[in-house]
């Protein structure tokens, strides 16, 4: 079992930045690669961004390609997620998820752990 617990959400204003973290525990070892998922109210989950956890290669969805980061400190069991320039549309709940197979995945049910997630607001 892995258990995955996210923070770093809040309220900011539009045009700002925020890092969203997800420490790791538990079964580490077999994990392969984490990503970060989306929701806002009313809508469906989305894709964000995805990372290998040994190579640290990166993938993104187009709507926070150059604008958010993904990264992962191995030694931590930590995966971050650096947001700037932020929008009034990136507001959600932001979960991260963990995955056995090492793919860049961008749909949920690649993924085999799930945190709780964390209210993401960008509003004035």
């Known amino acids: 079992q892995v258990q995955l617990v996210e923070s770093g959400g809040g309220l900011v204003q539009p045009g700002g930045s925020l890092r969203l973290s997800c420490a790791a525990s538990?079964?580490?070892?077999?994990?392969?690669?984490m990503g970060w998922f989306r929701q806002a109210s009313g809508k469906e989950r989305e894709f964000a961004a995805a990372?290998?956890?040994?190579?640290?290669?990166?993938y993104y969805s187009d709507s926070v390609k150059g604008r958010f980061t993904i990264s992962r400190d191995i030694a931590k069991n930590t995966v971050y997620l650096q947001m700037n320039s932020l929008k009034p549309e990136d507001t959600a709940v932001y979960y991260c998820?963990?995955?056995?197979?090492?793919?860049?995945?961008?749909?949920?049910?690649?993924?085999?752990?799930w945190g709780q997630g964390t209210q993401v607001t960008v509003s004035s």
């Open positions: 990372i290998t956890w040994s190579g640290g290669m990166t």
């Open positions: 538990g079964s580490i070892f077999s994990i392969n690669a």
């Open positions: 998820a963990a995955a056995y197979r090492e793919r860049l995945a961008t749909v949920g049910y690649e993924y085999d752990y």
